[in-house]
């Protein structure tokens, strides 16, 4: 089965009940087995932003009392099993702060306590590393989705690493053996579950392929080119999405993701562009 998902730019991130109702609906029916919402930020005193309101603030999920209902709702009937956050992007400071609140008993409290308050009161099953800073620290990325995977801390959230720049590929490799070290060492299973490679923007150009046969053999990761999901922008229409997808046809490719959902529409739907990416890797078997 093909990992298919969509990022939200700001999905849900205001109260409409019109217009919450209809993307709930149009995700229902698309095809897309996992969203991700986009972007989650973490201040220096790890209080949580979406976007650029407080989610969560002194350990207390604050601001969007109607996000739980709706959550559960996605992902109640329909394709949407899987609902994460995405963390960092361009411009960010979120894993640098990630790294220093880790680096203190306090601030790793803190921590904890923020995810657990955002877990507590939303139905949501893991976070997106999309680390943009320019250098990656593998040790930040490792330890932190150690923590997210452990059982007596949140009953094991997964994590996706979302990598866009070439140049950082061994960096992200690095991070992906560090984080099967850790949880080796505690015995618990890799946390990170698939990446979710930036074909667009800053990744323009990456080769899906490549990025799976140059993933690390220590790592855990049994089928590596399955291990890569590309994702390319919603301003493409689905006839281009599909053929974009035909040159990974019969690859091992593990599915794909388009970014965003509010970029597809309202000219197609959301179903359109999942069809279209199953439609371009099923292409050479038919």
């Not at 298919?4 to 149009?26: C, D, K, M």
């Not at 949407?80 to 702060?97: E, H, P």
């Not at 507590?120 to 923590?147: H, R, V």
């Not at 979302?162 to 053996?177: G, H, K, S």
Request: overall charge negative; aromatic content about 12%.
């Amino acid at each position: 089965m093909y990992k298919l998902g969509v990022y939200g730019n700001h999905l849900f991130s205001r109260y409409n009940p019109t217009a919450n109702e209809w993307q709930i609906a149009e995700l229902q029916q698309s095809g897309f087995n996992y969203v991700v919402l986009s972007l989650l930020h973490v201040n220096p005193d790890a209080s949580l932003v979406y976007n650029s309101t407080f989610i969560v603030q002194d350990g207390v999920f604050v601001n969007f009392p109607y996000l739980p209902d709706l959550l559960a709702k996605l992902k109640s009937t329909g394709s949407v099993k899987r609902v994460l956050f995405s963390i960092g992007g361009s411009g960010s400071d979120d894993f640098t702060n990630i790294g220093n609140l880790l680096n203190t008993a306090d601030g790793k409290t803190a921590l904890i306590q923020s995810i657990s308050a955002l877990q507590s009161a939303l139905p949501i099953d893991g976070f997106d590393f999309d680390d943009e800073e320019g250098t990656i620290d593998a040790n930040t990325l490792a330890e932190f989705g150690a923590i997210l995977a452990a059982p007596n801390n949140f009953g094991g959230l997964f994590t996706t690493y979302c990598p866009a720049f070439l140049a950082q590929e061994d960096q992200w490799n690095e991070a992906l053996v560090q984080a099967f070290e850790v949880e080796q060492g505690r015995n618990q299973p890799l946390s990170v579950e698939w990446w979710n490679l930036q074909c667009y923007a800053g990744g323009s150009g990456n080769d899906p392929v490549s990025w799976g046969d140059n993933l690390p053999k220590n790592a855990g990761v049994e089928d590596r080119r399955a291990f890569i999901v590309p994702g390319f922008s919603g301003t493409q229409d689905p006839a281009s999405i599909r053929s974009t997808f035909a040159q990974f046809a019969g690859k091992g490719i593990g599915g794909g993701f388009i970014y965003t959902f509010e970029n597809m529409l309202p000219t197609y739907s959301a179903r359109n562009y999942a069809e279209a990416i199953v439609e371009g890797l099923e292409s050479k078997k038919r």
